[in-house]
Nanobody, 125 residues
Framework: QVSLVESGGGLVQAGGSLRLSCAVS????????MGWFRQAPGKEREFVAAIAWNGIGTYYADSVKGRFTISRDNAKNTVYLQMNSLKPEDTAVYYCARGRQYDSGRGGERVYGYWGQGTQVTVSA
């Protein structure tokens, strides 16, 4: 059984920073692509960032490029999302997800099979 637990969300002022963490159970974390998605009130869930299974490739939505950074620590079975220069439009529930084995993490939600419960990020103006 695979479980993903996000943490690090909260309330921050515009221009501020937060770092989200996602702890993943299982011995083979390093074999899998990982991703972050978000869902704002009244909107569909959208892709934010992904990191390839080997950590070499990272991919971002245009709306967060240059502000957010995804990374992974295989020794800790954890994936991170560093969010800088936050804007009110970044307000959403953020979800981490596990992608396919030996994969880049690109391809949208369809390539992610396991999801966390989400963590709320609220950015005030």
């Amino acid at each position: 059984q695979v479980s993903l637990v996000e943490s690090g969300g909260g309330l921050v002022q515009a221009g501020g920073s937060l770092r989200l963490s996602c702890a993943v159970s299982g011995r083979t974390f390093s074999d899998y692509a990982m991703g972050w998605f978000r869902q704002a009130p009244g909107k569909e869930r959208e892709f934010v960032a992904a990191i390839a299974w080997n950590g070499i490739g990272t991919y971002y939505a245009d709306s967060v490029k240059g502000r957010f950074t995804i990374s992974r620590d295989n020794a800790k079975n954890t994936v991170y999302l560093q969010m800088n220069s936050l804007k009110p439009e970044d307000t959403a529930v953020y979800y981490c997800a596990r992608g396919r084995q030996y994969d880049s993490g690109r391809g949208g939600e369809r390539v992610y099979g396991y999801w966390g419960q989400g963590t709320q990020v609220t950015v005030s103006a």
